[in-house]
């Protein structure tokens, strides 16, 4: 599975935009990126998935360059409560057996 | 909440001791996730269920390590002679036929 490298930690202010990019050069042509939200003392929450180009959500968009050898996780107006850890993640999600391969992630602190 | 439950939530056992630990996964989800998270680390893959059947499981799975998910639907995970090394939260996650995982809170494991 393709390794990704993500910042350590990332700090921003309540309101302002943060974008969050992760590496992943050895992505194979069936991989899909994913990306997971982690508040301390609970498991994982899926944030966002997408293949190429950008996707959007109604909590962030993720952008993918046409080389998909890095994304980009946008999340809008940040306010206190997106204070966590935030995970990209590369895989086959088609795969039946598709295991989630965490990195250490993105700690973002959201200061008031 | 996720629709992924599991008991409990926080145990301490002495080191030597049995634990087991229940997962709850989201009824309609045939496929089931063992994760152990250390402090400060992404969650490790540990292991596999496709209803009933165990298809994979990670190196970090050791003999005193066994899970089960007898009738497709809960999971136990149950580690013998525990260590101090043990201790982590271990998180369960369900999944449908391809979609995203959907985690439970966790259990935090102390051995002291």
């Known amino acids: 599975l393709a390794k990704t490298t993500q910042p350590i930690s990332m700090d921003s202010y309540e309101g302002q935009e943060v974008n969050i990019t992760c590496s992943h050069n050895n992505i194979a042509t069936n991989d899909y990126i994913t990306w997971y939200q982690q508040f301390p003392s609970q498991g994982p929450r899926f944030i966002i998935q997408g293949y190429k180009t950008k996707v959007t959500n109604e909590v962030a968009s993720l952008f993918i360059p046409a080389d998909r050898k890095s994304s980009t996780l946008s999340l809008p107006r940040v306010s206190l409560s997106d204070t966590a850890v935030y995970y990209c993640l590369v895989g086959d999600i088609r795969d039946s057996s598709y295991k989630l391969i965490f990195g250490s992630g993105t700690r973002l602190l959201v200061r008031p | 909440d996720t629709g992924v439950s599991q008991d409990p939530r926080h145990k301490i056992t002495k080191r030597g001791q049995n634990v087991t630990f229940r997962c709850d996964p989201i009824?309609?989800?045939?496929?089931l996730y063992w994760y152990r998270q250390t402090l400060g680390q992404g969650p490790e893959f540990l292991t596999y269920?496709?209803?009933?059947?165990?298809?994979?499981k990670s190196r970090l799975l050791s003999d005193r390590f066994s899970a089960e998910r007898p009738k497709g639907s809960f999971s136990t995970l149950e580690i013998q002679r525990t260590e101090q090394g043990d201790s982590a939260m271990y998180l369960c996650a369900s999944r449908p036929q391809t979609d995203e995982q959907f985690f439970g809170p966790g259990t935090r494991l102390t051995v002291l």
């Open positions: 009824s309609e989800h045939n496929r």
């Open positions: 269920f496709q209803n009933e059947a165990q298809l994979e």
